[in-house]
């Protein structure tokens, strides 16, 4: 079964962390291309990060610059979201995504398959 997983939301103060984890299972995530986007109540989704397939470039929303780091573990077919010095405006439900194409920006080209997310709540 093709299927990526999140996991590593919750409930985070302000200026607190959180490691999101994108497992997938039934293909080699190596192979592709994965981009990390949020949607917020109300608001449309919008692309956060992207790590590439072949060299392990990174992109990232200008939003979470400096706070966020995308990173991949190819061995344990997984992608990694870590999110430091949080605020209120994080708060969303995290998804990621592979492309078996390439990162365009921050976003993936194509989006092959998709987890179905992980709430983050960033709350005092």
């Known amino acids: 079964q093709v299927q990526l997983v999140e996991s590593g939301g919750g409930l985070v103060q302000p200026g607190g962390s959180l490691r999101l984890t994108c497992a997938a299972s039934?293909?080699?995530?190596?192979?592709?291309?994965v981009g990390w986007f949020r949607q917020a109540p109300g608001k449309e989704r919008e692309g956060v990060s992207c790590i590439s397939s072949s060299d392990g470039t990174t992109d990232y929303a200008a939003s979470v610059k400096g706070r966020f780091t995308i990173s991949r573990d190819n061995a344990k077919n997984t992608v990694y979201l870590q999110m430091n010095s949080l605020k209120p405006e994080d708060t969303a439900v995290y998804y990621c995504a592979a492309t078996y194409y390439v990162c365009s920006g921050y976003v993936p080209m194509t989006l092959d398959y998709w987890g179905q997310g992980t709430q983050v709540t960033v709350s005092s």
């Open positions: 039934g293909f080699t995530l190596g192979y592709y291309a």
